[in-house]
């Protein structure tokens, strides 16, 4: 059974920073890749960044480029998101997800297994 687990959400204030981590268990996931998404109230959920889980090559979105940085710890299965400079539209609740083809392109519906969620709130 697949399972993902997020953890490290929490109020922080602008400027600040946190880390969210994503443990994955229940099958081997070197040809998958990793995403983490958000979705803020009333908004679509959004891929915030991804990466392979073997080659280690990432994406971003605009949105998070140069303050984000997504990684992998290949020996406790656990998938990490970096966040600095945060900013009060950065509130959401933030996903980490798998999908199989190992691509860190494509939308919400080509991720295969899903985490909670864990809520990350930048005040002003």
């Known amino acids: 059974q697949v399972q993902l687990v997020e953890s490290g959400g929490g109020l922080v204030q602008a400027g600040g920073s946190l880390r969210l981590s994503c443990a994955a268990s229940?099958?081997?996931?070197?040809?998958?890749?990793m995403g983490w998404f958000r979705q803020a109230p009333g908004k679509e959920r959004e891929l915030v960044a991804a990466?392979?889980?073997?080659?280690?090559?990432?994406y971003y979105a605009d949105s998070v480029k140069g303050r984000f940085t997504i990684s992998r710890d290949n020996t406790k299965n656990t998938v990490y998101l970096q966040m600095n400079s945060l900013k009060p539209e950065d509130t959401a609740v933030y996903y980490c997800?798998?999908?199989?083809?190992?691509?860190?392109?494509?939308?919400?519906?080509?991720?295969?297994?899903w985490g909670q969620g864990t809520q990350v709130t930048v005040s002003s």
């Open positions: 229940g099958r081997t996931f070197s040809s998958y890749s």
């Open positions: 997800a798998a999908k199989s083809d190992g691509r860190t392109r494509g939308s919400r519906y080509e991720y295969d297994y």
């Open positions: 990466i392979n889980w073997s080659y280690g090559s990432t």
